[in-house]
């Protein structure tokens, strides 16, 4: 089975495309945007997003938003993760972080799939963990030097692929969505 992921971040089609590989799905890349609606939910960008690009493509397509939510700021970035990270990146979170002694968070995964059998399945993921007070780490994407998933002592960054896979929320949302596309494809 091929499936089509839209998505411009490569670190998330790496990370996706070796949870797949593992059930013998195959994923491709699919240069497109989709419209993100103005919601505080991610579900709702996703859900909006699959029914715009069903209409474009008619084809089985696969969507990710995510994003990073800090306790302490009131959840903040989250659903404006990406628009943050462009603008002030890791060291602006840090500073808006300076002073606060609740550094949790959590990153959240909210991952789509929808097919022309009108098949459309939304899941999610979440890990909890920590905001550090220094980057540290090359590896990932995004806040991945910044944060330590609960139970660990390195950040994302510092993780091998696989291993961040098996503690993150974009491993949890995907790993539900390649079990529920085994099951369609039997
Ligand atoms: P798409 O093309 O798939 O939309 P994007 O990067 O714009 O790619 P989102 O709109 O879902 O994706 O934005 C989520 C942002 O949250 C992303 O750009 C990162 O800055 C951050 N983020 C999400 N997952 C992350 C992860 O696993 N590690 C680090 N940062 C992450």
Known sequence: ??????????????????IFAEQGIELERLEDEYPEIQSDRLEDVVDWGLDWLWERHKQPIII???????????GFPGVFSAYVFKNIGCAGILKLLDGLDDREAEFMCCAGYADEAGNKVVVFGCVEGQIIRREMGTGGFGYDPIFVPAGEERTFAQLSLE????????????????????????
């Not at 938003?65 to 009131?74: A, C, E, M, Q, Y």
């Not at 390649?178 to 099951?183: C, G, H």
């Open 1 to 18: 089975m091929k499936v089509k992921f839209v998505t411009g971040n490569m670190g998330k089609f790496a990370e996706v495309s070796a």
């Open 64 to 74: 990710d938003d995510s994003g990073l939510f800090i306790k302490g700021l009131g």
């Open 163 to 186: 291993e961040k896979n098996s503690h993150s929320h974009r491993g949890k949302a995907f790993r539900k969505l390649a079990q529920v596309l085994s099951k369609l494809m039997e």
